[in-house]
Every structure is written in structure tokens, then in C-alpha cells.
């Protein structure tokens, strides 16, 4: 296939999606992916981290990102049953695979609101985020994204400097 060819025309060359094999267990890790050599086996790396619980939309951004040119691409492979197995299927896809620690755990933001003694409306409006959104990710329907979460972790330990970040002109 040619290689200005995008992921997605790739795969809708492929017609329709087959069902991949998943791996049956396994525990989350984190990998820093990066393009070794111009990628050819985009269509492999994808399904290696489908098969490991990634969701297909989610693994064919992160090896799209690394086609377009981005350094590096940090995923999270929700069910990896043998990292060494995994980093020898995404080796042999010309990618350079690094392991990272767990990611932070998720931040407690009902928590840190309540330690700033503010409602939802206050927080929301005091640090740029959507209320609706907030509210979502207090009672559990979504999570916050990777940005969203780094910002969180930084206004539980420090709100002064987020405001003042937001506010310097």
C-alpha cells in the first residue's frame, strides 16, 4: 500500500472491520511509542493494541499521530497478558516501544473541590472548565481526559498557581 495512503483509507481498503481476537487477561500498562522508520505495518500496530483491550478509534489516533509526524505517542493498553510479547509485536511494526510507570492515579475532584470549600458552578467557572462536564466526572458517567486530569492533580496541589497561570495576561 502506498504510504501517503491515511490509517483510515487503509482500513477501508481492508472492507469491513473483522473481529479481533482479544487477549483474555492481563493488567494495564503505559508505553511511549515512537516511529522508528517511516511506518508501513500501521494496520498491524493497531490490531496489536485492539487485541490488548485498546479501543480500535483510540489505537488507530495514536498510530495515525505517529504517522503525521508527532515524536511520540503515550497509550494506555488496558489488558497487556505478556509486555514483552507486545513490545515484540509493536517492535516488529518499526515502532521503538518504551514502558512507563502506572499512570497517576485518578483525581479525587469531588475532593479537591470540597477542600477549596466551592460548589461545581464555582470551580468550574474559577479554573475554565464546563459544569456539566464536572459534574459528569463527579458522579462517575465520564473521566476526565489526559489534560483534563494533569490540570486537575496540579489544582489539588497548588489552585494560587493555576489561577495565576489563567489570569496572567
Same mark, same amino acid.
Given at each position: =500500500?502506498?504510504a501517503?495512503?491515511?490509517?483510515?483509507?487503509?482500513?477501508?481498503?481492508?472492507?469491513?472491520?473483522? +473481529?479481533i481476537d482479544?487477549?483474555?487477561?492481563?493488567?494495564?500498562?503505559?508505553?511511549?511509542?515512537e516511529?522508528?522508520v517511516?511506518l508501513t505495518r500501521?494496520?498491524?500496530? !493497531?490490531?496489536?493494541?485492539?487485541r490488548?483491550? =485498546?479501543? =480500535?478509534?483510540?489505537?488507530?489516533?495514536a *498510530?495515525?499521530c505517529?504517522?503525521?509526524?508527532?515524536?511520540?505517542? *503515550?497509550v /494506555?493498553?488496558? =489488558? !497487556?497478558?505478556?509486555?514483552?510479547?507486545?513490545? %515484540? /509485536?509493536?517492535r +516488529?511494526?518499526?515502532?521503538a516501544?518504551?514502558?512507563?510507570?502506572?499512570?497517576?492515579?485518578?483525581? +479525587? *475532584?469531588?475532593?479537591i473541590?470540597?477542600a477549596?470549600?466551592?460548589?461545581?458552578?464555582?470551580? %468550574?467557572?474559577?479554573?475554565?472548565?464546563?459544569? %456539566?462536564a464536572?459534574?459528569?466526572?463527579?458522579q462517575?458517567r $465520564?473521566r476526565?481526559? $489526559?489534560a483534563?486530569?494533569t490540570l486537575l492533580?496540579?489544582?489539588?496541589r497548588?489552585?494560587?498557581?493555576?489561577?495565576?497561570?489563567?489570569?496572567?495576561?
Open positions: =500500500m502506498s501517503n495512503l491515511s490509517l483510515w483509507e487503509k482500513f477501508a481498503r481492508l472492507g469491513p472491520v473483522r +473481529d482479544r487477549v483474555p487477561s492481563g493488567s494495564p500498562a503505559r508505553y511511549r511509542l516511529a522508528a517511516p500501521t494496520i498491524s500496530a !493497531v490490531h496489536a493494541l485492539a490488548r483491550h =485498546m479501543r =480500535m478509534a483510540e489505537a488507530k489516533r *498510530i495515525e505517529l504517522m503525521h509526524g508527532a515524536p511520540a505517542v *503515550i /494506555e493498553v488496558p =489488558m !497487556v497478558e505478556d509486555s514483552a510479547a507486545l513490545e %515484540a /509485536e509493536l +516488529d511494526c518499526q515502532l516501544v518504551t514502558p512507563l510507570p502506572a499512570a497517576p492515579e485518578e483525581p +479525587d *475532584i469531588r475532593a473541590r470540597d477549596m470549600q466551592v460548589t461545581q458552578e464555582e470551580f %468550574a467557572q474559577r479554573f475554565g472548565l464546563d459544569v %456539566a464536572l459534574r459528569n466526572w463527579e462517575g $465520564t476526565p481526559d $489526559t483534563a486530569r492533580r496540579v489544582i489539588a497548588d489552585p494560587a498557581a493555576v489561577e495565576r497561570a489563567l489570569t496572567a495576561g
